[in-house]
């Protein structure tokens, strides 16, 4: 297995991982145009072989000049627990220094997956850009179930 930077013939892969996840509650659905339209921020586990399919995705989008998300955090169930989602995350911090963000937030349904990498609970109304970006459209809006988080590089 390896990570890379998402690219075009990966999106429908992202779309089945992603919203396998949303029909269980415990992401929001990204509907085709949107992964379209945000595949820059997206990184994708792949088995070695070109050709085969997803089998894990995170994404970093960056949300102001100092302050970016990791979103969409999905791991095939066959994939889980061998270690390839702490290897997402760290792709996404090393992506955010890249950029000379100082701060990366999430918001999570396992807080204690992302405390391991230094991140410490925060309030959500500390997020104003996320809650009138995605968070309007959520169907659990306003009555969010989710932790956020925050980690300042």
Known sequence: MHIRKAVIEDV???HTILNHYADQGLLLPRSLSELYDHLRDFFVLQESNQGR???GVCGLRICWEDLAEIKSLAISEKQQGKG???QLVEECLEDARSFGLKKVFTLTYIPDFFLRFGFNKI???SLP???WADCLNCPKFPDCDE???MIEL
């Open 123 to 125: 309030d959500k109304s």
């Open 147 to 149: 932790t956020a988080l």
């Open 84 to 86: 390839y989602g702490i």
């Open 12 to 14: 429908k892969d992202i």
């Open 53 to 55: 399919p997803v089998r």
């Open 129 to 131: 850009h996320k809650i």
